[in-house]
């Protein structure tokens, strides 16, 4: 009897000890979608925006701790300049070169979190380290959307956080500083992303 | 004497004259970059932009007046999403079909309006008419970032404006209706824009 309470306890506790414990997550590379926009000549911003990152993060909404990172490949960048029309090379194929980017030295970018901050039961900010350019530097990211639930497109079965962050970094901390002045040197970055529950 | 008089009178005021005649501007292409921003499943905003656009506008900011037209080329959506690896379809090429934008039947989409009010020199709403799938309704457009001068990049030789509008519709307004509701009618958006005088 005594044993048949307590496995019964322990068969009613679990589904609370799985929400308890940290669960991993994989990005959604089709909605995980980080933009950049910066000054250009005092006159306009720019935006611009990397494709397809990779990447993972865990939750645990209880002991509110969590990891994150996210990979990027730096060629993906996109400005929506893709074709030269008579010019030398179009904005995209600069910024790939070791003026910006240099991705042919560093392919990838990558963030990684080292705490997140909570509020309630949402995680509010996100410490971390962006890496560009072989330099790291911290770069907290402020999230401002979050949420987890079913997925809608798998009549549930899935099950998956999403929302928006946004940060700003000075790229001459990461040794970018191409045409600072005319372009601007504060960087602000936001993304949509995903997670599904693996 | 009096002749001579009204001579010079008359070259004096030539310049004061052609500087507040209605001057045009034609856009720049490789600056200039609507985008657009939709709730996605109640969860995170997604953002997509259209990498053509072409236009003009005129501008009097000694008489306040002023009138633009951008004409966005609908096939050139893009949202980070263009390869469709194992999926039947990438999202930039189902936003193409008629479930969206319908590009075949209607590669355009166009927005034309005038200067409804200014913050000292610089125009601060515009208000005009969105098409979009064939149907025009009126949108506003408010002039978040706005500045006229030399361009830097000419040594001063090139005079251009440059600036931010934003905005937000309905898309089923326009007719628009697949997925309202899993993906939000209401779009917002933001065009980053630049522009040489002719």
């Not at chain 1, 000054?39 to 509110?64: C, N, Q, S, V």
């Not at chain 1, 970018?176 to 601007?184: L, R, S, W």
Request: proline share 7%; net charge positive; with cysteine.
């Amino acid at each position: 009897m005594s044993r048949k309470l307590t496995a019964c306890l322990f068969a009613a506790a679990l589904p609370f000890g799985a929400n308890a414990a940290p669960e991993s997550y994989t990005i959604d590379p089709y909605h995980t979608v980080p933009y950049w926009e910066t000054d250009h000549l005092g006159f306009a911003t720019m935006r611009g925006r990397f494709e397809k990152p990779t990447g993972k993060f865990t939750i645990d909404t209880a002991a509110k701790t969590g990891t994150l990172e996210i990979v990027i490949e730096t060629k993906t960048l996109s400005t929506g300049d893709p074709d030269r029309d008579g010019r030398p090379r179009t904005r995209d194929e600069h910024l790939r070169t070791p003026d910006f980017f240099n991705v042919a030295e560093f392919p990838t970018m990558t963030y990684k979190a080292t705490s997140l901050r909570f509020k309630g039961d949402d995680p509010e900010v996100i410490e971390g380290d962006l890496t560009l350019l072989g330099v790291t530097k911290p770069v907290p990211l402020r999230i401002l959307r979050w949420k987890c639930g079913p997925d809608p497109r798998t009549q549930g079965k899935r099950y998956q956080c999403g929302g928006n962050a946004t940060g700003v970094f000075k790229r001459s901390d990461f040794g970018m500083k191409f045409g600072i002045g005319p372009i601007g040197d504060e960087v602000t970055l936001w993304m949509s992303f995903y997670g599904f529950r693996q | 004497m009096r002749t001579k008089l009204g001579a010079c009178l008359l070259a004096a005021a030539l310049p004061f004259a052609a500087g507040a005649a209605p001057e045009t501007y034609t856009i720049d292409p490789h600056h200039t970059f609507p985008h657009f921003e939709l709730d996605h499943l109640g969860y995170s905003w997604i953002r997509g932009r259209f990498d053509r656009t072409a236009g003009r506008f005129t501008l009097d900011p000694a008489a306040r007046t002023g009138t633009v037209e951008l004409v966005i080329q609908t096939a050139s959506v893009t949202t980070g999403d263009s390869e469709r690896g194992e999926r039947p379809r990438a999202r930039d090429e189902h936003l193409r079909t008629p479930d969206f934008f319908n590009v075949a039947e209607f590669p355009s989409m166009t927005f034309r309006g005038s200067a409804a009010t200014w913050r000292d020199d610089a125009p601060a709403v515009i208000d005009g008419q969105l098409t979009l799938l064939g149907v025009t309704r009126p949108l506003a457009l408010t002039v978040t970032q706005w500045k006229c001068g030399p361009d830097p990049r000419t040594q001063g030789k090139r005079y251009m404006c440059g600036g931010v509008f934003t905005g937000s519709f309905m898309r089923s307004d326009f007719g628009m209706k697949f997925g309202v509701g899993p993906v939000s009618d209401e779009v917002k958006l933001w065009i980053g824009m630049e522009a040489f005088r002719n």
